[in-house]
């Protein structure tokens, strides 16, 4: 990703990447190491937009977005102390009144240093996330003046850059946390209209969209995908990584002391865990306060684990439906399917885990594992 960046700020072109893995694997963590280094703030003035606090998730239009960046390179300037030119900002406020937006600074944006834009934009994104009546007046003015408002953008982020050497680059957060299957909807047939601004962009994406032929078609190569950390050392086998089971206990051992857990109940959370870091620390702590409850001087147990492993089975078992089932025996008979039908909102619910490791190969979450050997097999 880095690399690609640094490529296009020497082509002068804008950056474009993906990022993606499971939830709770660490991407967060991930990005902002990666939008700190050196060698790409260097050349970017990198903005984050959060799309899950400033958007309605539930309800999202590509328009949406195109507003999101909008904000975003706003305050980019803002930060950035850039002063925008007269004209602009006047195009800028006129885009306001008739979508009815404006803000109530008046005619003080030159005196506020830009302020005035930052607040249009806000309330324009607060407008859509509250659903109100403007919401739609918005999206309406967006689609019928496209293309003039994304040279707006685009005018904006050159003033940018002749001002600071540097380019926007705007990280759409936040998309991998909802059903992707709007968001696949938005890139397929939208993306032409997302990508025209002139800026840099780095989208978090839902994992199943790798396995989308319309979305990976324009995507090509230009993705990261962030592995789980490697838990069993090959498709259906219940042996664990060694390695991953290490760094496993290093990231307990910053949080709790390893004492106050036995080696068989790290192996049962390391296990349960699938490989994603927010779900080893849930799944420890959960453990640790059932073993509090029980016995506040004791050890997690291995007991104390299964209790958590029940509480994991009774979400799934109230989530899935028989038709998934059915899915999820054919995951669990052949971990390189052909195909992905019906694969990708069980890999939203993380029913079905994504092991990228050699070629990538597809597992069932051990706690649907425990499920489907419980279960009397179908009916023929």
């Known amino acids: 990703m880095l690399s690609e960046a640094e490529s296009a700020a020497l082509g002068q072109r804008p950056f474009r990447w993906f990022f993606t893995g499971h939830t709770g694997a660490g991407k967060s963590t991930e990005l902002n190491r990666a939008i700190n280094d050196p060698r790409l703030v260097a050349k970017y003035l990198p903005s984050v937009f959060s799309v899950r606090e400033k958007l309605d998730i539930n309800n999202l239009d590509f ?10 390179a706003v305050a980019i300037a803002g930060d950035a102390k850039v002063k925008i030119p007269a004209e602009l900002q006047k195009r800028i406020s006129n885009w306001g009144r008739e979508a009815e937006v404006e803000t109530e ?17 806000g309330k324009a994104s607060a407008e859509i996330q509250a659903g109100g ?8 003015k967006l689609r019928d003046s496209l293309t003039d408002f994304i040279t707006l953008i685009d005018e904006l982020a050159q003033t940018i850059e002749s001002a600071t050497h540097r380019r926007p680059l705007i990280l759409l957060d936040g998309l991998d946390h909802v059903d992707f299957r709007p968001i696949r909807e938005i890139f397929t047939n939208h993306w032409a209209s997302i990508s025209k601004p002139r800026v840099s962009l780095l989208i978090v994406v839902p994992l199943p969209l790798l396995n989308e032929q319309g979305f990976m078609a324009y995507v090509q190569d230009n993705y990261s995908l962030l592995p789980n950390i490697k838990v069993f050392q090959e498709p259906n086998s219940q042996k664990l990584e060694t390695d991953g089971f290490k760094f496993f206990k290093d990231v307990i051992s910053r949080l709790a002391d390893l004492d106050l857990f036995t080696d068989e109940a790290l192996r049962e959370i390391f296990r349960l865990s699938g490989g994603m870091l927010r779900d080893m620390i849930g799944i ?64 939203h619910l993380k029913a079905i ?17 425990a499920i489907l050997d419980a279960a009397p097999p179908p009916a023929q």
């Open 63 to 72: 328009t949406d977005l195109l507003l999101g960046i909008a904000q975003s």
């Open 105 to 121: 600074l008046g005619g003080e944006a030159h005196a506020k240093g830009g302020l005035e834009w930052n607040l249009l934009f």
């Open 133 to 140: 009546s403007r919401k739609q007046t918005i999206r309406e």
């Open 284 to 347: 420890a702590g959960d453990a640790a306060k059932y073993a509090d409850a029980e016995d506040p001087h004791g050890k997690v147990k291995p007991a104390h684990v299964e209790r958590v492993l029940n509480d994991r089975k009774a979400y799934f078992r109230r989530l899935l439906s028989a038709k998934d089932y059915d899915v999820l025996r054919r995951i669990r008979g052949n971990p390189y399917p052909l195909g992905f039908d019906g694969i990708g909102p069980l890999l």
């Open 353 to 369: 885990i994504f092991y990228p490791n050699g070629e990538g190969w597809y597992g069932v979450h051990p706690a649907v594992q």
